[in-house]
C-alpha cells in the first residue's frame, strides 16, 4: 500500500491494526511489517517504523535505509522495544525531526521507537510486509490509516 500524492509540512500518519501474525522466519532472516516514508524525488533515503520478528523475538524498531551512490545499500537500526503485538505504526515530523512510535498491545499510548533530524519538503508513504524468506506467508489485517499533515491534497 503506498501513497501517490506527496505529503508536506508537519504531519502525523499512523497505521492501525486488526492483525498482524508475522511468519516464523528462517534462521538469520525477520519477517517485518513496515510503515515507511521516503522524500518525494529522492529514492535514496527512506525511514521505516517497523515490527520486526525474528527466529527468537518481537520488536518495534526504526530503520533508516540509504542507496549509496554505488549501488549498494546501508541500513541503520535504531530503538528496541521489545513487543509481541503491536496495535498501531505511527511517524510524525515537525520541522526536520522525525518520531517513529508504536503502540504495543494493552496500551492507551504510543511510544517513542526513535528521533532523528533529516529532510524537509514532501513525502510519500509506503506500507510495506517482508516474510523472511521464500515460501513463508503472514497475515496483516489493516484497521485505518490516518493522515494528518499541513499540506495533503487528497485530489
Not at 30 to 51: C, E, K, P, V, Y
Not at 100 to 122: C, N, Y
Request: hydrophobic share 35%.
Amino acid at each position: 500500500v503506498g501513497s501517490r500524492l506527496p505529503i508536506d509540512g508537519d504531519f502525523d500518519v499512523t497505521l492501525t491494526l486488526d492483525e498482524a501474525d508475522l511468519a516464523m522466519p528462517s534462521d538469520g532472516r525477520h519477517s517485518t511489517l513496515m510503515w515507511q516514508i521516503q522524500q518525494q524525488g529522492n529514492d535514496r533515503t527512506r525511514f521505516a517504523s517497523m515490527f520486526r520478528r525474528t527466529p527468537t523475538e518481537y520488536k518495534a524498531v526504526a530503520q533508516q535505509h540509504k542507496t549509496l551512490p554505488d549501488g549498494s545499500h546501508a541500513y541503520t537500526w535504531h530503538g528496541d522495544l521489545e513487543v509481541k503485538k503491536i496495535l498501531a505504526r505511527r511517524i510524525a515530523r515537525r520541522g526536520n525531526v522525525y518520531t517513529m512510535l508504536a503502540r504495543p498491545e494493552g496500551s492507551e499510548r504510543d511510544e517513542v521507537i526513535h528521533q532523528t533530524k533529516h529532510f524537509e519538503g514532501p513525502i510519500l508513504l509506503h506500507c510495506l510486509l517482508h516474510t523472511g524468506a521464500t515460501g513463508k506467508k503472514s497475515r496483516v489485517l489493516l484497521k485505518s490509516i490516518e493522515v494528518h499533515a499541513e499540506v495533503y491534497d487528497r485530489r
